[in-house]
């Protein structure tokens, strides 16, 4: 996936590619986690929790217009710049990001087989398989990365039609919503904290601004483009989080009780009949595979630059990322418990540690920005929201404490 790095990309390309880093961002956030959050806080908060999305959202713009705009000026990778802040720095941060994002990706596989399993009543492990040779052709393209920006382009766009669809069908009250978007009842800062690291969290955080590097599209020439994206990129993940809480809070609403082991089908079955269960098995499956793909990509691309060699070999290191993945997937009954809370654990250090890297870059390394002056307001809202980041990472500390206690 190197070919494109070779000479800036034409006029349409560019925009293909641009395209493609927001829904990349926006898809690898929206991923079965991101359904599953979503469903659990609509049933306990009700209308309320349109508050913490609401505000949320503005909480991820701050941290992705830094990471985007730092990232994208530099024309580096948060590791090349972690390992010029302080050597050995950015290999640590690769190594949390690869282990984080494999672990999850165990998960991304069996949100993906559960998609399909409600859609076509396929066997969770087949499903597995069968997503895993999809995310694999995508890789093993002579263009990989359109390919990519492509696939996450039309599934991004095909999971907020149909979730759009069953909005509208489960009637939601969304004057009570808008309400208490501004007036909740009842703040509710664990969900707030959760939706956080869930959409800006491990990977997640650098999958947008990577992919434009790689396409080369960086550089203060370019800043405005950057922006643009992040922010899209937010509003897009903003917007599906919008659009299925409204279709939850319809069937909640109206007085269904969610008893199943997967409240999320058992509400889009009340939503919209038999037609909204394979329309959730199209959702689950697409968050899944699109997932996938970003975790897969973002991080070896933490990896590959850490040797030549490594750089070289960066298509078969994804696809033995992807296979490695669907091993564990296909040899344990389910996903590992501890290996999660890990990784969860270490995914709410990554943020903290990644994204203070950055800002320092902003705010005393202008040489690795091209003598480029970074906003001084974007500046405070990142150190403002890094402060948020950082109390994040040690609560994360005490889950770890508690797998070996």
């Not at 990577?210 to 994206?229: F, K, N, Q, W, Y």
């Not at 319809?250 to 089908?265: D, I, K, R």
């Not at 990472?393 to 404490?401: F, K, Q, W």
């Amino acid at each position: 996936m190197t070919e494109e790095t070779t000479s800036p990309p034409r006029a349409a390309a560019k925009r293909g590619t641009l395209l493609g880093a927001v829904f990349l961002m926006a898809t690898s956030a929206i991923g079965p986690g991101f359904i599953t959050q979503t469903t659990e806080f609509t049933v306990r908060l009700g209308a309320a929790f349109a508050f913490a999305i609401v505000l949320s959202i503005l909480l991820d713009i701050a941290v992705q217009l830094n990471v985007w705009r730092v990232i994208g000026v530099s024309g580096t990778r948060a590791q090349d710049l972690g390992n010029r802040v302080l050597p050995g720095l950015g290999s640590v941060m690769a190594v949390l990001v690869v282990f984080g994002g494999l672990v999850f990706n165990v998960g991304n596989l069996a949100g993906a087989s559960l998609g399909l399993d409600a859609l076509l009543g396929l066997n969770v492990k087949i499903g597995g398989a069968v997503s895993a040779l999809i995310a694999l052709g995508v890789f093993a393209s002579r263009r990989a990365g359109v390919a990519m920006d492509r696939l996450v382009l039309v599934l991004g766009v095909l999971m907020i039609a149909l979730t759009g669809y069953v909005a509208v069908s489960s009637s939601p009250p969304v004057g009570e919503a808008l309400r208490q978007t501004v007036l909740p009842q009842r703040i509710d800062f664990l969900s707030i904290t959760t939706l956080l690291g869930g959409t800006v969290g491990g990977y997640i955080t650098y999958a947008g601004a990577h992919r434009l590097v790689d396409a080369g599209i960086s550089g203060p020439e370019h800043v405005g483009e950057i922006t643009r994206s992040s922010v899209t990129s937010l509003l897009v993940t903003g917007v599906m989080r919008i659009v299925l809480f409204l279709a939850l809070l319809g069937v909640v609403a109206g007085g269904a009780t969610l008893t199943s082991g997967n409240p999320t089908a058992e509400a889009f079955g009340h939503a919209a009949g038999a037609v909204g269960t394979r329309l959730f098995g199209v959702i689950l499956w697409s968050a899944g595979i699109t997932s996938v793909i970003g975790a897969a990509y973002t991080s070896i691309s933490f990896l590959s630059t850490l040797s030549p060699a490594l750089e070289r070999g960066r298509s078969w290191l994804v696809a033995g990322f992807i296979a490695l993945s669907t091993v564990v997937f296909l040899v344990l009954e389910q996903a590992p418990a501890t290996l999660l809370v890990l990784a969860g654990a270490l995914n709410g250090l990554i943020l903290p540690v990644g994204f203070g890297v950055l800002l320092w870059v902003a705010a005393r390394r202008r040489d690795l920005l091209g003598g480029h002056r970074h906003p001084r307001w974007l500046l405070t809202i990142g150190v403002l929201a890094w402060l948020l980041t950082l109390y994040l990472g040690l609560s994360s500390l005490r889950g770890m404490a508690a797998l070996w206690s």
